[in-house]
């Protein structure tokens, strides 16, 4: 075994905490014990909710964006941060401090028809190397930054975001032109039928403009972007494998966050968020939504589905969701499906989808 | 018809049991010949096996090492003082995009002996190197194990050496909750890995980094540091790799040329007993052929139990062998590891590979000193019938033929020294000399023998000297062994005595500076020799500076001297001309050691090219000096040459020279917080430097001392093997009247005087060798030639042990003679008619 494997086996324990088999997709499913739990009680608190908790198992910092450069060509770019404990904080921790139980890892991604690039990067705790504060906003690992401008866009928050890896690399300007909105009850969000959660929100209205490069060629881009904040200490559910994610922006201006979990015997545990053009969140209960993968493509030994039917009859949704690139696999040290979609039917919408534990 | 098919099988079986019962019986009826072929063989696998563990495992240790030192290999952010310094350095470089991976290292004295921790992050550190220190690369961590690294109270791995000294130390030291620590033996000794925060935590580093390494493949001289590392970090590039395995060669080949000596004398044993087993059971042979077995499964026979007797004796052999090994270790390792900085650990396993090999080389032996036995059956007519004296008779004939052969040898060796080059040349030469001596003895002693007869005047005398040359031909094979033995023994010694002298008299003239210091850096140097200008008892400070450059590709250091009276009142030039110091003062004269005068050809004189900041720059040779023990091709010249023509040389180097040593190292230890390992005195320096040859002439010591021993096994064996046909030698003045006591004592005088001039006959051969290893196999290993010295008291002392030997290996014999019963020796003339 190569330190290389060996760094794999050292994420796979790190995302897995200390128990001896991880649980559900990358151990996810692992009981929390001592961790803080999530209760629906617990309100969501900006700015503070931005910055870490260190009282929590895992958190992540998620955007994700639809990008058209000036010669009409589609990207996808994602930029993903996940703070992972593997003992829960019991003190503030030194500044200037090696932590030994707290890592992070960052994934970025550049998407395009044709192409799909991916990196990695990982950090220990407490040594200032990898992070996020609140105020101002900022998440980073190594070089890779999601920080808040000192310049805001009227009342709005403004946001610089990069990252690089083999062959290509981008920075986006982001300005928030809409309110945060709160999945499941508030921010609560519940993620099976035995009751694990998450708190979860989102902020669907990022307008993008900047550069991305890919195989040396630099692009003028703009578009949207997505972002997700969630943290959690067991947010899966012992037979949960995986998840289905969609995010989709409706030309008409809504939009749609859905996401379906995956038991041993494939049943999915469904929810979702409908958000109108101003904000407005309506939960959907999973019975209301009807989600069927269509098409499968073989990517990287596995049989992974690439087209979806999404039907949610009470807003009269009957639509296909399809990728830009069949390929979008990260090949990072747990690998996973993401990607840039679009979808048509009876609606047109372009957004992301992220599917795991295949 | 099956069943009498069945039945001819098992007749057939029953057939060759019967047969190889009848020629295995002959080791029943004579065990000493079997004793003498089992103790040969296994003391002549033992010595080979044990030179082979010792290489194999030296080079596995290498290999280890060089696994290590691959991070020597990555670029590496240092800071400007050479001292730890503040870890947000790391995260602060890391978020400018420099892909930096930090190293902590400490080291810590236990028992003598330096442990160094490094302490790394795994996180960031993916391709498994950890700079000059050390390596899990071929650790198979699972998650938890990784976890468990990190976590308090966290995991040191270390060689099997290291770990149990490790936990000794945390015991002893009672440290808090101690780090776990787990053997690991591909790790390199008396190093120690562990996380960033369990080092730092156990060598109270909290906060600090020795180097961050930066990526191999980053172009290191574009990293552009951020405020305010930029001020304090710098640059340290890569090491260059040593090559262990080229550096040790020399010195492996030289333990394997030892091991070689040693099987060969050992064969020498296993050629007689094999010999005289196989003629004395010709008779048998014969009748058993005549009984109707074939040639074909006779030979089968033999060689299957040549083959088994090998397999026996082998197996002793590698055990011994292990054993021999696991002494000579310490001394190996202590050598290998001051001479060339190689780490070999101290704990050896009993290998697969030394099994198959030990046993293999045993098998090949024998079968080689069996193949004329062999041939003598194949060939064997039924009619024929010759005894054991014809054997004998025909020996006496071989004299002839080895000094014949000694005449080849010589010229071999002759050719050798003439027209070979390199290492194996130059033992060519060597074993040249030794098969040539050996084989020329019987001839040597014969002629004496004639001599002493020719002088002789008594019936008895007459017979005391004609009977010496009669036995001559039975024990020539074990006086080639005592004279290898001696003659190796006297060449090894002198030269080792040898080298003991001149190295000794090369300290005294080369460490004539009182104390030698290393400062941390440029600056703090600067500020000790600023500080030691005004202190009243230093008489002088003279820094040595420091370069490395490169003649045509290849590494060579350049070391800077400052002019002073220390330099030009006590060295000595093996060349020089007559204004070396004046010439080399005024610049573009530089002195050179010896071992680069012989790798170029280049001495007093000639110029060489060295590549200087500038480009390549010539500079005239003017004095070749000895340099002892350096493996390395070394330029001198004065320290503002160096610095002009290597600008960024390092100047941490100091010689002091002040009456009162003890004192100004405590200063200076106090006063500028200098590791007391870094200033050292020129006693503790010079006993360290002698300590290091030391121990490798032990090995020379022990090995020559082993082939000795198995010399005078050899010795013992033949006396035994013969003390049978010996009583039809002495029957007949036993029947004279001579009392069998007399006999017993003549028996006792004849081997003793055979054996003091084997002795004397190895004197000019020691000498020979001597020469040899100072002046030409040195050369080829180590690059410098050592003058030839005599000892002659050490070869009386060798001689008289050799003396000793024999007589041992005679008293046995001559007693059984003398106690042999009348009957017994009247008994020989009974087949008289």
Same mark, same amino acid.
């Given at each position: ?119 990695e990067k990982i950090a220990r705790g407490g040594i200032g190397q990898a992070g996020a504060k ?225 | ?101 930090? $190293? ?59 770990? $149990? ?8 030291q009672r440290i808090e909750s101690p780090p776990k620590v787990v053997a690991r033996p591909d ?48 640059? *340290? *590039? ?138 003598? $059956? ?14 004998r008779a025909k020996q006496n004939k071989t004299i002839t033929i080895k000094a014949t052969l ?102 005294? *003239? ?324």
């Amino acid at each position: 075994m190569t330190i290389k494997s060996l760094f794999l086996a050292l994420i796979a324990s790190f995302v897995m905490a200390t128990t001896a088999v991880g649980q559900g997709f990358a151990g996810l499913g692992d009981k929390a014990e001592g961790f803080e739990k999530v209760v629906p009680e617990r309100a969501i608190q900006f700015p503070k909710d931005f910055g870490t908790h260190p009282n929590f198992r895992i958190e992540w910092w998620y955007v994700t964006a639809n990008l058209t450069a000036e010669d009409g060509r589609h990207f996808g770019a994602q930029w993903t941060l996940f703070r992972q404990a593997t003992q829960p904080a019991t003190e503030t921790p030194a500044q200037n401090h090696w932590s030994t139980s707290e890592f992070w890892m960052g994934h970025a991604a550049v998407t395009s028809a044709e192409q799909h690039f991916s990196a990695e990067k990982i950090a220990r705790g407490g040594i200032g190397q990898a992070g996020a504060k609140h105020e101002p906003f900022e998440a980073w690992i190594d070089d890779w930054n999601f920080a808040e401008m000192q310049v805001k866009t009227g009342s709005q928050p403004a946001y610089q975001i990069n990252a690089w890896g083999d062959n290509f690399g981008y920075t986006l300007d982001v300005v928030s032109t809409g309110p945060i909105v709160l999945h499941g009850d508030a921010g609560y969000s519940v993620k099976s039928d035995a009751g694990q959660a998450s708190y979860y929100f989102s902020n669907p209205f990022l307008k993008v403009s900047g550069t991305i490069n890919v195989d040396g060629e630099r692009l003028q881009v703009s578009g949207n972007a997505w972002l997700d904040r969630e943290w959690s200490s067991q947010p899966l559910a012992s037979d949960q494998k995986g998840w289905d994610w969609f995010s989709l922006r409706f030309e008409t201006g809504e939009k749609l966050m859905l996401f379906g979990l995956r038991n041993n015997s494939n049943q999915s545990f469904k929810s979702g968020t409908w958000i109108t053009h101003d904000g407005q969140t309506e939960k959907l209960a999973g019975p209301l939504i009807e989600l069927q993968p269509t098409r499968f493509a073989d990517i990287a030994g596995r049989r992974v589905p690439v087209k979806w039917s999404v039907k949610i009859p009470s807003k009269n949704i009957a639509i296909t969701i399809g990728a830009l690139n069949d390929n979008s696999w990260m090949t990072t040290s747990i690998s996973y499906w993401e990607g840039p979609v679009t979808a048509t039917g009876s609606h047109k919408a372009i957004g992301y989808l992220e599917m795991t534990g295949y | 018809m099956t069943r009498s098919l069945t039945n001819t099988h098992a007749s057939e079986q029953a057939g060759l049991l019967v047969v190889a019962h009848a020629l295995f019986s002959h080791w029943r009826r004579h065990k000493i010949q079997a004793i003498t072929l089992v103790v040969g063989l296994a003391s002549a696998t033992a010595l080979w096996t044990a030179v082979q563990a010792l290489n194999s495992h030296a080079r596995a240790n290498y290999a280890a090492a060089a696994a290590t030192v691959e991070g020597v290999n990555r670029p590496a952010l240092v800071s400007n003082e050479g001292t730890a310094f503040d870890q947000r350095a790391f995260a602060a470089l890391r978020r400018a995009g420099i892909d930096v991976t930090p $190293v902590i290292v400490g080291r810590f004295l236990h028992q003598n002996t330096v442990i160094e921790l490094t302490g790394i992050d795994p996180v960031t550190n993916r391709n498994g190197t950890f700079g000059s220190t050390g390596s899990v690369e071929h650790t198979a961590l699972d998650g938890q194990q990784m976890l468990a690294f990190i976590q308090p109270p966290g995991v040191l791995y270390a060689s099997t050496d290291t770990a $149990v000294q490790l936990e000794a130390y945390f015991s002893s030291q009672r440290i808090e909750s101690p780090p776990k620590v787990v053997a690991r033996p591909d790790l390199t000794n008396g190093m120690a890995i562990g996380d960033v925060t369990t080092v730092q935590r156990l060598m109270a580093l909290e906060g600090r980094l020795s180097k961050l390494l930066l990526p191999a493949s980053a172009p290191a001289e574009l990293v552009d540091l951020p405020s305010p590392w930029n001020q304090t970090l710098r640059l *340290e *590039e890569a090491a260059q790799q040593v090559d262990l395995n080229g550096l040790t060669d020399s010195f492996h080949l030289n333990l394997t040329a030892f091991g070689l000596l040693c099987f060969l004398v050992g064969l020498f044993i296993v050629y007689s007993a094999i010999g005289l087993a196989i003629e004395d059971r010709l008779s048998s042979i014969r009748t058993l052929r005549i009984c109707g077995v074939s040639r074909r499964r006779l030979l089968g026979l033999m060689i299957v139990e040549m083959t088994g007797l090998a397999i026996i004796a082998g197996s002793i052999g590698v055990v011994l062998g292990y054993f021999i090994a696991s002494l000579l270790l310490p001394d190996i390792a202590a050598s290998l590891r001051g001479l060339y900085g190689a780490r070999i650990s101290g704990s050896l396993s009993l290998d697969t590979s030394w099994w198959v090999g030990g046993i293999a080389i045993s098998v090949l032996g024998v079968l080689a000193a069996a193949l004329g036995g062999f041939f003598r $059956v194949s060939k064997m007519s039924l009619l024929e019938f010759k005894g054991t004296d014809a054997w004998r008779a025909k020996q006496n004939k071989t004299i002839t033929i080895k000094a014949t052969l000694a005449l080849v040898f010589l010229t071999l060796a002759l050719i050798s020294y003439g027209f070979g080059q390199g290492l194996m040349a130059a033992f060519g030469v060597m074993a040249g000399i030794l098969l040539a001596a050996a084989f020329l003895l019987p001839l040597l002693l014969k002629a004496f023998l004639a001599i002493g007869l020719r002088f002789a005047s008594t019936p008895l005398s007459r017979w005391f000297w004609a009977d010496a040359r009669q036995q001559l031909t039975g024990l020539s094979l074990a006086l080639m062994a005592l004279m290898l033995a001696l003659g190796t023994n006297i060449g090894v010694s002198g030269m080792v005595s040898g080298f003991r002298d001149t190295f000794d008299a090369f300290l005294e *003239e080369r460490l004539s500076a009182d104390l030698y210091l290393l400062a941390a850096s440029k600056n703090q140097g600067r500020a000790i020799a600023a500080w030691a200008a005004g202190q009243s008892e230093i008489e002088a400070v003279l820094p040595i500076t420091g370069a490395s450059s490169q003649i045509g590709g290849q590494p060579v250091n350049i070391a800077g001297f400052e002019d002073h009276a220390s330099y030009r009142d006590t060295w000595s030039f093996l060349e020089a001309t007559h204004d070396v110091w004046d010439r080399t003062v005024s610049g573009g004269s530089v002195l050179v050691n010896e071992q680069l005068a012989r790798r170029y050809t280049s001495w007093v004189n000639s110029t060489i090219s060295l590549e200087t900041a500038a480009g390549p720059q010539v500079f005239t040779i003017v004095g070749v000096y000895s340099d002892y023990g350096n493996p390395l091709a070394e330029v001198r010249m004065v320290n503002q040459s160096v610095e002009a023509n290597w600008p960024d040389a390092t100047q941490r180097r100091f010689a002091l020279i002040t009456s009162a040593g003890d004192q100004v190292r405590a200063a200076i230890i106090s006063e500028f917080d200098l590791p007391g390992s870094q200033i050292i005195n020129q006693a503790a320096l010079k006993s360290f430097s002698r300590g290091i040859f030391e121990k490798t002439f032990t090995i020379s010591d022990a090995l020559s001392g082993l082939t000795l021993g198995v010399a005078a096994i050899a010795m013992f064996t033949s006396l035994l093997a013969l003390s049978s046909a010996r009583i039809s030698g002495v029957a007949p003045l036993w029947a004279m009247g001579v009392a069998r006591k007399k006999l017993a004592f003549y028996e006792l005088k004849k081997i003793l005087l055979l054996a003091i001039l084997t002795a004397v006959a190895a004197i000019p051969l020691g000498i020979a060798i001597t020469w040899c290893l100072v002046a030409v196999v040195n050369v080829e290993a180590f690059g410098w030639r050592l003058p030839l010295h005599l000892f002659p008291s050490q070869w009386a002392i060798i001689g008289l042990l050799g003396l000793l030997s024999a007589l041992v290996a005679a008293i046995y014999p001559a007693l059984k003679l003398q106690k042999t019963p009348p009957a017994l020796l009247s008994k020989v003339f009974a087949n008289d008619h």
